[in-house]
């Protein structure tokens, strides 16, 4: 059974810098694409980050690009999402996701997703 478990999220100054983990079994992590989604109240999910499996090469979405950073440790079956400058848009559920093919920008193409983990960013 897969699972993914984000964890890190909490309530943080505009400004400040947080640092996600999402930390998964049950798959071959080597060679599953990782992502970060979030979801702010109201509005529909987006994507945020991705990393490939071959190359750790990465996307990242225009609200974000310069301020956050997506890694990945093969070792310990992790994913990061390292996010500086947060500023109160950032504020949202941050889920990790995990798909079996080619890095995506589309919530439905992810195969396997986190329970989510709150991040709020006071003004």
């Known amino acids: 059974q897969v699972q993914l478990v984000e964890s890190g999220g909490q309530l943080v100054q505009a400004g400040g810098s947080l640092r996600l983990s999402c930390a998964a079994s049950?798959?071959?992590?080597?060679?599953?694409?990782m992502a970060w989604f979030r979801q702010a109240p109201g509005k529909e999910r987006e994507f945020a980050a991705a990393?490939?499996?071959?190359?750790?090469?990465?996307d990242y979405a225009d609200s974000v690009k310069g301020r956050f950073t997506i890694s990945r440790d093969n070792a310990k079956n992790t994913v990061y999402l390292q996010m500086n400058s947060l500023n109160s848009a950032d504020t949202a559920v941050y889920y990790c996701?995990?798909?079996?093919?080619?890095?995506?920008?589309?919530?439905?193409?992810?195969?396997?997703w986190g329970q989510g983990t709150q991040v709020t960013v006071s003004s």
């Open positions: 049950g798959l071959t992590f080597s060679t599953t694409t």
């Open positions: 996701a995990g798909k079996r093919s080619g890095r995506s920008r589309i919530a439905n193409s992810y195969d396997y």
């Open positions: 990393i490939s499996w071959i190359g750790g090469n990465t």
